[in-house]
């Protein structure tokens, strides 16, 4: 199962706040090294992660000792917390709509296109969210509330069109599920995809024909032209 921060600004309160932590304090001297610990820890996460990955591992990576590593980070709990908030953050700036935006043809085409350039562009981050909900999801249970606050936003939206008649009826609540789950396939099942267009491993995926069929699906589904 997909999910994401969704949907526009929650009450002050119940906002997550921007992640903090030493990928977060970058200075001038520090960033070179930071960018690598960051690159690093994402690559380990992605496959292996919060228990498979090492600290070792991801020093090795970044080209660091290990020594050199705890110089930037506590342990690799706190980097991965930090990821994780950062994931998240990300896709509440990123993936936010509203019914002021334009009618809902363009905004769930919208939606589904940066979905779509996410998974492409970001496989290894989305795949630290997916990997972590396999693991337990153990870390996102402080996201799990506001996630069902940001995700409600995006149904009452939804709601209001389809009884303005500007779409058919329709679970609004599934409809953005299959939406994630069709879109997030292209970073967790990118060997797949490459598998099935019968291209080699280095071939890049040619994503605008994916986008112009699921976008069209999508919106033939909710009966919008």
């Known amino acids: 199962m997909t999910s994401e921060i969704l949907s526009s600004e929650p009450p002050a309160a119940q906002q997550m706040p921007a992640p ?21 820890a994402i690559a380990e996460f992605s496959l292996h992660g919060l228990k498979g990955a090492s600290t070792q591992a991801i020093a090795a990576r970044a080209g660091l000792t290990k020594p050199q590593l705890h110089y930037y980070i506590a342990g690799k709990e706190e980097l991965y917390e930090e ?12 993936f936010s709509f509203d019914d002021h935006a334009g009618a809902p043809g363009a905004v769930l085409g919208d939606y589904i296109r940066k979905k779509l350039d996410h998974a492409f562009d970001s496989p290894e981050i989305s795949r630290i969210f997916t990997r972590e ?18 995700t ?11 009884a303005r008649g500007l779409m058919r009826p329709l679970d609004a609540r599934l409809l953005l599920m299959h939406i994630w789950a069709m879109t997030q396939s292209y970073a967790d099942y990118a060997l797949q995809t490459r598998v099935m267009l019968g291209l080699p491993p280095d071939a890049p995926i040619e994503r605008e ?8 699906f999508v919106l033939g589904g ?3 032209k």
Request: glycine share 10%; net charge positive; hydrophobic share 45%.
């Open 83 to 94: 990821l994780l908030m950062q994931v998240l953050h990300d896709w509440k700036v990123v």
């Open 133 to 150: 909900v396999l693991d337990g999801g153990r870390n996102l249970e402080r996201y799990w509330p506001n996630a069902r606050l940001w």
């Open 20 to 40: 903090t932590g030493p990928l977060s304090r970058a200075r001038p001297g520090r960033e070179r090294i930071l960018a690598a610990i960051r690159g690093a």
């Open 209 to 216: 024909p994916i986008a112009r069929e699921l976008v069209a």
């Open 222 to 224: 909710c009966g919008i």
């Open 152 to 162: 409600q936003k995006k149904v009452d939206i939804i709601n209001g069109w389809i």
